[in-house]
């Protein structure tokens, strides 16, 4: 069974920090991509930062220079340190695992998402 189980969200003010962790288990976490998503009200979900199996990295421009995105593959586990707080990243974040398989479908799995709240 696969899970990944998302902690760390919260209130904060703005100009916080707040650090998310995803717990995966089940897979193979070494090889598969791995990302955190966010999803406000009204609004679609969306790729905030990812991180490949060979540890490259890609970040949406609106999080750029204040969110940093790591993977520890001994403890199967994702980190979102997010710094500088905006309201606007104020949404649901989501974690997900991802691996593409040539000619077959991939594989792709879901957090069940926490809650980040920037308000003063």
């Known amino acids: 069974q696969v899970q990944l189980v998302e902690s760390g969200g919260g209130f904060v003010q703005p100009g916080g920090s707040l650090r998310l962790s995803c717990a995966v288990s089940?897979?193979?976490?070494?090889?598969?991509?791995v990302g955190w998503y966010r999803q406000a009200p009204g609004s679609r979900r969306e790729l905030v930062a990812g991180?490949?199996?060979?540890?490259?990295?890609n970040y949406v421009d609106s999080v750029k220079n204040r969110f940093t995105i790591s993977r520890d593959n001994a403890k199967n586990t994702v980190y979102l340190q997010m710094n500088d707080l905006k309201p606007e990243d104020t949404a649901v974040y989501y974690c997900?695992?991802?691996?593409?398989?040539?000619?077959?479908?991939?594989?792709?799995?879901w957090g069940q998402g926490t809650q980040v709240t920037v308000s003063s």
């Open positions: 089940g897979i193979r976490f070494s090889i598969y991509g």
């Open positions: 997900n695992a991802a691996r593409a398989r040539i000619g077959l479908p991939g594989y792709d799995y």
């Open positions: 991180i490949t199996s060979g540890g490259s990295t």
